[in-house]
């Protein structure tokens, strides 16, 4: 393992300091989920892996024979769904993303990490142990890996498709699963009792494929950007704990359009004095600008690193504490 630089001393210590006191909203990419995989394996449609934006777009373009001309460049996923929503249809592109998530992906080392802190924050008798996490990831490694460590969490999804188009679903930890009609007087989502996933981008629903959805052509996210509103999908109460809590970016490139999409409406709302940090590598001059510009301080550590570094300080924390 890379040793994670000692200059990073105190971004550890304000980011342990901010968990305990349950501070801290857990922001997950496609990165969070795929980082773990074996780095001389490519993807497949059958790989205990998700695939990767670019290899998405690979498979759908092969899958759906979309027409590549000379001097083309290489396809974005957004592009390819677009052709394959258009000559197959929407609902074909749905059943064949089902096909590549409805499965145990594997879980990594940041998924244990964040299901296993309630658990932990309690046996030290912090008083906040339940975390809040927003995922532009469709697959279900994040809530599953809750279920696993036996702590009771509750799922909300962007809802693409259909009547209930712009709103939100929520998935309580019984199973119940209701539609947010009414965003200002909903009062069934709570921290102080259960942790909390949100998927702004939509999600894969192992249990009925009625209900997945998939934010993945452009014209999604045009749509997504002017239908949902993150301050009035949440409780009062829950809006600003969101928006006065610290923000860590894990498995996010400045590429990532999701990325993108998210800070544009995060930016608008979030106060000063809150911290936000981006954990990428490598990070070049143009990556370090953007995210400065978004005010993101970036740390420039491999992902697996980082966690190891983090759970074993969060291990000196407790022995300390």
């Given at each position: 393992m890379t040793p994670v630089d000692d200059r990073l001393s105190t971004h550890f210590v304000a980011l342990v300091q901010g968990i305990v006191s349950g501070g801290v909203a857990w922001f997950l990419g496609a990165g969070a989920s795929a980082y773990a995989r074996p780095r001389s394996a490519p993807w497949t449609p059958e790989s205990s892996f998700p695939p990767l934006a670019g290899e998405l777009a690979a498979h759908l373009a092969r899958r759906f024979e979309y027409p590549v001309e000379e001097g083309d460049a290489q396809p974005d996923v957004f592009r390819v769904a677009a052709y394959t929503s258009i000559v197959a249809g929407r609902g074909v592109l749905y059943h064949h993303l089902r096909r590549l998530l409805d499965r145990d992906l594997e879980l990594t080392g940041v998924h244990r990490l964040i299901?296993?802190?309630?658990?932990?924050?309690?046996?030290?008798?912090?008083?906040?142990?339940?975390?809040?996490?927003?995922?532009?990831?469709?697959?279900?490694?994040?809530?599953?890996?809750?279920?696993?460590?036996?702590?009771?969490?509750?799922?909300?999804?962007?809802?693409?498709?259909?009547?209930?188009?712009?709103?939100?679903?929520?998935?309580?930890?019984?199973?119940?699963?209701?539609?947010?009609?009414?965003?200002?007087?909903?009062?069934?989502?709570?921290?102080?009792?259960?942790?909390?996933?949100?998927?702004?981008?939509?999600?894969?629903?192992?249990?009925?494929?009625?209900?997945?959805?998939?934010?993945?052509?452009?014209?999604?996210?045009?749509?997504?950007?002017?239908?949902?509103?993150?301050?009035?999908?949440?409780?009062?109460?829950?809006?600003?704990?969101?928006?006065?809590s610290a923000f860590l970016f894990l498995g996010y490139g400045m590429r990532d359009a999701n990325l993108l999409v998210m800070l544009h409406r995060i930016a608008r709302e979030r106060r000063l004095g809150t911290r936000s940090w981006a954990v990428q590598w490598p990070v070049n001059t143009v990556d370090r600008l953007l995210w400065r510009e978004r005010d993101v301080d970036v740390i420039q550590a491999e992902l697996g690193d980082y966690i190891q570094e983090l759970e074993a300080r969060l291990n000196a924390q407790g022995a300390s504490a």
């Amino acid at each position: 393992m890379t040793p994670v630089d000692d200059r990073l001393s105190t971004h550890f210590v304000a980011l342990v300091q901010g968990i305990v006191s349950g501070g801290v909203a857990w922001f997950l990419g496609a990165g969070a989920s795929a980082y773990a995989r074996p780095r001389s394996a490519p993807w497949t449609p059958e790989s205990s892996f998700p695939p990767l934006a670019g290899e998405l777009a690979a498979h759908l373009a092969r899958r759906f024979e979309y027409p590549v001309e000379e001097g083309d460049a290489q396809p974005d996923v957004f592009r390819v769904a677009a052709y394959t929503s258009i000559v197959a249809g929407r609902g074909v592109l749905y059943h064949h993303l089902r096909r590549l998530l409805d499965r145990d992906l594997e879980l990594t080392g940041v998924h244990r990490l964040i299901a296993e802190l309630p658990a932990r924050l309690r046996d030290r008798d912090h008083p906040m142990p339940h975390q809040l996490v927003i995922t532009t990831n469709w697959d279900d490694c994040m809530e599953r890996a809750f279920r696993e460590a036996g702590e009771p969490v509750d799922v909300v999804w962007y809802v693409a498709d259909g009547p209930n188009r712009g709103k939100f679903i929520h998935r309580i930890y019984q199973g119940e699963v209701r539609t947010i009609d009414d965003n200002f007087r909903y009062r069934d989502l709570d921290l102080d009792r259960r942790s909390l996933v949100i998927k702004p981008h939509g999600s894969v629903d192992r249990f009925d494929a009625r209900r997945d959805s998939y934010v993945v052509t452009l014209d999604d996210y045009i749509e997504y950007l002017t239908r949902a509103d993150v301050s009035v999908l949440l409780p009062l109460n829950l809006v600003e704990k969101l928006y006065e809590s610290a923000f860590l970016f894990l498995g996010y490139g400045m590429r990532d359009a999701n990325l993108l999409v998210m800070l544009h409406r995060i930016a608008r709302e979030r106060r000063l004095g809150t911290r936000s940090w981006a954990v990428q590598w490598p990070v070049n001059t143009v990556d370090r600008l953007l995210w400065r510009e978004r005010d993101v301080d970036v740390i420039q550590a491999e992902l697996g690193d980082y966690i190891q570094e983090l759970e074993a300080r969060l291990n000196a924390q407790g022995a300390s504490a």
